[in-house]
């Protein structure tokens, strides 16, 4: 019984082994580089012709922007998050003063509790 679960342990040691080797595609080194190629590629793509800038303009575009930020997803959370609090600090700014101050003075008083 020993030698069954030492070899067990073997072997899922060796599987474990080979599986990091092979996810390359994981790896930020691989995948920021290609991010950049993408979005240079579809740049490229939309001022090299213009044929092609009326017909695919979309489909290059969307393609464009949406694979690289699944590519560099820690950067796009990142990004949503900043997008988000931009947006939010525009809005409280458009606001006129008076409902400015209290908002502002809402917050005070929430964080003395």
Same mark, same amino acid.
């Given at each position: 019984m020993d030698s069954n679960q030492q070899d067990d342990s073997t072997r899922f040691a060796a599987d474990?082994? %080979?599986k990091k080797g092979s996810d390359w595609g994981d790896r930020w080194w691989v995948r920021y580089p290609l991010a950049v190629g993408i979005i240079i *590629? *579809?740049?490229w793509l939309l001022e090299a012709n213009p044929k092609m800038r009326e017909m695919?303009?979309?489909l290059i575009g969307a393609s464009g922007i949406v694979y690289p930020l699944i590519?560099?997803?820690e950067l796009?959370? %990142?990004l949503i /998050? %900043? %997008?988000i *609090?931009?947006?939010f600090f525009?809005? /409280?700014a458009a606001l006129p003063v008076g409902v400015a101050i209290i908002i502002g003075a809402l917050i005070i008083a929430n964080s003395r509790h």
């Open positions: 474990l082994e %080979a *590629a *579809a740049v695919n303009q979309i590519l560099m997803r796009s959370g %990142a /998050v %900043a %997008a *609090a931009y947006w525009g809005i /409280v």
